[in-house]
């Protein structure tokens, strides 16, 4: 891989705000007394009063009306389809444009970075109760920011080597740099939660250990990190990757894909698939497209992340779906697709085939006796509450992947269901935590 790939790879794609056009834009807003983005938030952030904020150029103020009501406000900003949420609430719509709030927030978080500001305090620990939080990713540390807020010890178990979850590994630099994801996990730790990396719950220790360890509760942050591929002739060829497996691959190494020169096809017409293309591109493939078995239209992608691959001259094919991988001596040299309207067809060469048609939760079925639904996922209620008492889960494990704030909120859910609820064991003298073996 060249010193030029590696570069882009690791480069930011899109501008933020100057201080200038950050006041412009801030100056744009309608100062709402109800204001509708605010309702549009699912983490709960409050768009009219940090836009207040810098249009007054109180930074700090900015910063922590963000923090405190979303701690991964840093990555938020730069992959949260606003465009969906909040500014398509914005009032100013119907005059000529929505205020742009996502690079209005980044500016915030931009500032909190450049000058060092401390936007939360490490509260006092009031609590006795320590909680445990599986997994890393967004859900678990807005579950456990919440959880120390509120004054419990809180310790998050990380089967990686690094803190983010799909923000670390499938998300590339280009969308969200490594500096803004680590400056999210540092106001997670500035609480003062405690991380422990490359250990396994299920695994490496067991939820009774953590019990016999004096964890009263546990939250499940799990993401999506089992492979979906689909059931067509050739799948197991070298050359075919899992959406997940390539892009963690790609963050793991730097960019270091191995790609250089070589023809790569992308399946899928989602932002996952949209972030396996760029990848692809930016770190040195020859060719790149992507397929899609429905239209542009119906295409589940963020909008400005399709610009962005068209920016690179990634082609998007629709309403093609694979029907055979073929090789030779093992390895992928074509893909084969079959037509929508059922009587199209093409044949594409190919070195690398990446599937971007899903993700699924590793096998849980034997995790601490809890009840799974049908497609495999934590069966949970919008509290988080699962079928174990003492147990609770959100985010991708529980809903089949949705957008990252949405995880913060469902990670904000759950933290305030566990309160209470150690709470209430806590007015009555109830052991916590029951084991799997008691509730089975």
């Excluded at 990555?75 to 000529?96: F, M, N, Q, V």
């Excluded at 590994?169 to 990396?197: H, K, M, S, T, W």
């Amino acid at each position: 891989m060249s010193k030029l790939a590696k570069a882009e790879y690791v480069s930011e794609a899109q501008a933020g705000f100057t201080h200038r056009t950050a006041m412009e834009e801030a100056a744009r807003c309608l100062l709402c007394h109800d204001a509708p983005c605010s309702a549009g938030c699912p983490a709960g952030t409050d768009p009219g009063r940090f836009i207040r904020s810098i249009r007054f150029r109180n930074a700090k103020g900015a910063a922590e009306t963000i923090r405190e009501n979303n701690i991964l406000g840093g990555s938020c900003a730069r992959i949260c389809p606003y465009d969906k949420l909040c500014e398509e609430a914005c009032s100013r719509t119907g005059i000529d444009r929505p205020i742009e709030i996502g690079k209005l927030q980044r500016y915030a978080m931009e500032q909190e970075r450049i000058f060092k500001l401390q936007t939360l305090k490490a509260p006092e620990l009031k609590k006795a109760a320590r909680i445990a939080c599986v997994g890393a990713g967004p859900a678990s540390l807005a579950c456990a920011a919440a959880l120390a807020t509120a004054g419990y010890r809180v310790t998050i178990f990380e089967a990686q080597e690094k803190a983010g979850g799909m923000l670390a590994y499938g998300v590339p630099p280009a969308r969200l740099p490594r500096e803004a994801l680590e400056q999210d996990i540092n106001a997670v730790r500035g609480l003062g939660v405690e991380f422990v990396f490359n250990t396994k719950v299920g695994g490496d220790i067991g939820v009774d250990e953590l019990k016999t360890k004096g964890f009263a509760a546990v939250f499940i942050g799990a993401g999506l990190w089992s492979a979906k591929l689909p059931d067509v002739e050739g799948v197991a060829l070298d050359g075919v990757w899992p959406a997940i497996d390539f892009l963690k691959k790609a963050a793991s190494t730097g960019g270091d894909t191995g790609l250089a020169g070589k023809s790569v096809v992308v399946i899928g017409g989602g932002d996952v698939a949209m972030d396996c293309a760029v990848t692809a591109k930016l770190t040195g493939a020859e060719s790149v497209a992507l397929y899609y078995r429905r239209t542009l239209e119906e295409a589940p992608a963020n909008a400005d992340e399709l610009r962005y691959a068209f920016s690179l001259g990634i082609p998007i094919m629709t309403n093609f779906a694979p029907a055979r991988l073929v090789g030779s001596g093992g390895k992928l040299t074509a893909v084969e697709f079959k037509g929508r309207d059922g009587k199209s067809s093409a044949s594409v060469a190919a070195d690398v085939v990446v599937f971007a048609t899903g993700q699924a939760p590793e096998d849980m079925s034997g995790f601490a006796g809890l009840r799974l639904t049908e497609k495999g996922m934590i069966d949970a209620d919008s509290g988080g509450n699962t079928s174990v008492p003492g147990i609770f889960a959100a985010g991708d494990a529980v809903n089949g992947g949705k957008t990252v704030v949405e995880a913060v909120a469902a990670g904000k859910a759950a933290a305030a269901e566990m309160i209470a609820w150690l709470e209430r064991g806590a007015q009555s003298g109830a052991d916590s935590l029951q084991s799997a073996k008691e509730v089975r």
